[in-house]
């Protein structure tokens, strides 16, 4: 089937767009992305994407596009707190956010706020990070009980411990050291019985006796870091990631631990933009969004134009990051998104790390279970499956992998 963007290209290609003899054609990959937008838009009876606005679009991104990471650490001449914010993991996101560390850190930038570890834990994260030598047993301690609940256990978000550590070990004398402070706070494990399926809604009524996690998070941010005068990069999930977009329910994702007022989902970064508005900036890794469930629970960004722009042969090169707020880009719709609204109002900058077809997984830690830690493994599990006195170290081994490999196959959810 051809759609009418791949028919564009070949007529550009034969020299009918003025184009010369640049190479339309493209890789077998960014045809078919191509082909899968043109597909996506009819489903969802949206128009064909517009080739003279893709232009601007492309052209946009390209002209005021910058290297991601110099970007997000630029960031802080004009905002105190810079989330940056994903759902599905990935190596590359992983190693992106590694290399954050040491260029915010010059960026005048003290403080880290993770949500993958709980306060209950932070005695942790202060030793490892001032120790003469990174302990790997510590970090995977620090992470243990958030990961081990949300399946979240890999190689590359651990080792963004390991960055922090190594920017304390080569700070001048006398300087602050870079701290990294845990956003949530562990679940009441011993308000349930030790067969509950911990994914109902009716159990988390019990297990938040703080409050909803998303305001636990801002509470502990402006309490650590605003009041005190420190900017913060925040490490979240998309969703707590958000400082202008109030987010409405999403069937799956939003069944448990969310606050909801008036209809609309509450995250964490909106309750910070409450307090200090635009000192804090929201920066989304390129990911789908949340979508209504009518085509699938996920859903292309922009409707679907920022991957026509990258899959276009004459598209701009990633990984780049830019500006949303404004322009052709910050006024394209995300209408076929369960938030609506456009790309100004979820995201002030973009970061464009990779494509779809060439996204790999997170890599799960192995030996995070054993012997010596199964039966608070099973205590704190939200799985009933895995709750079970039957449970193994193999299981939540398997749990691991299968969550790295459904990561990785996330865009393929999206029809």
Known sequence: MSYPVTEYLNSATAGGLGLGTLDLVGSRDDEAMLETVEHFRQRRRLSSVDPSHLDLIIDEISLAGSEPVEYVARLFNSHEVVFVGHDLPSRKTGLFMQELIPAVRSAGVELLGIEWACVDDQSLLDELVNAP???????????????????????????????????????????????????????????????????????????????????????????????????????????????????????????????????????CGNHVYSAIADQAATVLIHQPLPAEGEHGFFTLPADGYLDAAFAHPNGPRFPIAFDVGSGPIGRLPCSTSADGGDMSQFAHGWVFLETSSRLQGPTPLTGLFDDGNIAEARRWSLDPHLRSSDATATDFDAALSNAAAAAELGWTQIV
């Open 133 to 267: 030598q990174f302990d790997e047993g510590i970090a995977r301690s620090a992470l243990f009980r958030w990961g081990l609940r949300h399946h979240f256990a890999y190689v590359e978000y651990l080792d963004i411990l390991r960055s922090v550590w190594g920017v304390n070990r080569t700070r001048e004398p006398h300087s602050p050291s870079f701290r990294v402070v845990a956003l949530d706070y562990d679940i009441e494990i011993d308000a349930v019985t030790d067969t509950a399926d911990l994914r109902s809604p009716y159990a988390w009524e019990h297990l938040r006796p703080r409050g909803p996690a998303s305001r636990h998070m801002a509470d502990v941010l402006l309490r650590e870091f605003v009041e005190r005068g420190h900017k913060a990069l925040v490490l979240t999930r998309t969703g707590n990631a958000l400082t202008r977009l109030r987010r409405r329910p999403h069937p799956v994702t939003d069944r448990i631990d969310r606050e909801i007022v008036n209809g609309w989902v509450v995250g």
